[in-house]
């Protein structure tokens, strides 16, 4: 009997002395879209099944999609950093200003592809953007391949054709392009847009293929305009996986080297596969249901990187303002896209 409390106090004493060895966390990772769409299906939800594979269970996931926490999409940057969710993936540009380096990756006619996108953008970050993102733990950048545009009646192949379109733009640059281009940009959050082009307060948007299928933009637009593949497209999206810091650092040593093991370049290369990917299966799908898809030939895209080029100017300007070497950062964006 002796000897079995003396086994049993051992072992309470291990416990004790290394509490975090058996230390379990679920966490809570929060975003704008739809359960279903391939950010938490085909990305998210196999990151997590890895980390709690590593980790023997002891790190689990719990997932709030469509802004179920509350809030909008611009909030939720400020819900990582309050602890609101321990993880959330948005977009930097809905929170207009507060990320400014980051932006330089949604320059007009910058980002060509999600892979080749989303490694540029990693790389950004990296190089030239880690301060502005210092008070997170941060798991992934990258971008959303490129946004096409997507209208309900009328097709989209020259640039004249863009005159007096009001579309759904994503981000702030995005919106600047399309006015340069000779559009009306109207700002709203994505799970708004499928109803304002079925009541006509639009005539379509500006967006990446992968939300065309979980908004139902699909239903409601009939044609759908990219550049020709290979060709960089007119505005890009910038997204994140932004953990809170101090969830970070409270956990176990053993689980933060796996949750570093599977996210930074190795994540980001996960993201820019899968967008890919959906970019084609897409493109199929809305093809297959009757939609148009147009590729724009090299003078009409021509036609259109020289109007936006008033844009970069803009930009560069406004950085400089701010302290911050707008052309510097600008080149680095085309430089590292073209690698």
């Not at 759908?224 to 932004?242: D, K």
Request: with cysteine; aromatic share 6%; glycine share 8%.
């Amino acid at each position: 009997m002796q000897r079995r409390y003396a086994a049993l106090a051992l072992a309470l004493a291990a416990f004790i002395g290394n509490p975090a060895a058996a230390e379990e966390v679920t966490l809570k990772i929060a975003h704008f879209l739809p359960s279903a769409a391939p950010s938490q299906r085909m990305v998210l939800e196999p990151w997590c099944a890895t980390l709690a594979q590593e980790s023997s269970g002891r790190i689990a996931c719990q997932f709030y999609p469509a802004m179920q926490l509350g809030g909008t999409p611009g909030q939720l940057a400020d819900q990582a950093l309050r602890g609101v969710a321990d993880i959330v993936w948005t977009a930097p540009g809905y929170s207009a200003g507060r990320f400014p380096a980051i932006e330089a990756m949604e320059l007009p006619f910058v980002v060509r592809d999600a892979a080749s996108g989303s490694r540029a953008a990693w790389n950004f970050y990296e190089q030239y953007a880690r301060q502005e993102f210092s008070k997170y733990k941060v798991l992934a950048v990258h971008v959303d391949g490129g946004v096409a545009l997507h209208t309900s009646k009328r097709a989209i192949a020259t640039l004249a054709d863009i005159k007096g379109l009001k579309l759904r733009t994503p981000t702030r640059m995005a919106s600047k392009t399309l006015a340069a281009l000779g559009g009306e940009p109207v700002s709203m959050p994505p799970g708004q847009v499928t109803e304002a082009i079925s009541k006509g307060v639009v005539d379509g948007a500006m967006g990446a293929w992968e939300v065309v299928l979980p908004t139902k933009l699909d239903e409601v637009t009939q044609y759908h305009t990219q550049p020709a593949a290979g060709q960089a497209y007119p505005a890009a999206t910038v997204l994140v996986l932004l953990m809170n810091q101090q969830k970070y650092d409270g956990l176990a040593p053993d689980l933060k080297a796996i949750i570093d093991r599977h996210s930074g370049a190795a994540l980001v290369e996960r993201f820019g596969k899968v967008w890919d990917e959906v970019a084609v299966k897409t493109q199929e799908k809305v093809r297959s249901a009757g939609g148009q898809v147009v590729d724009l030939s090299e003078a009409d895209l021509s036609a259109m990187k020289n109007a936006a080029r008033t844009v970069d100017a803009e930009w560069r300007a406004e950085m400089d303002k701010k302290g911050l070497d707008g052309t510097k950062l600008s080149e680095a964006a085309h430089a590292l896209a073209r690698q």
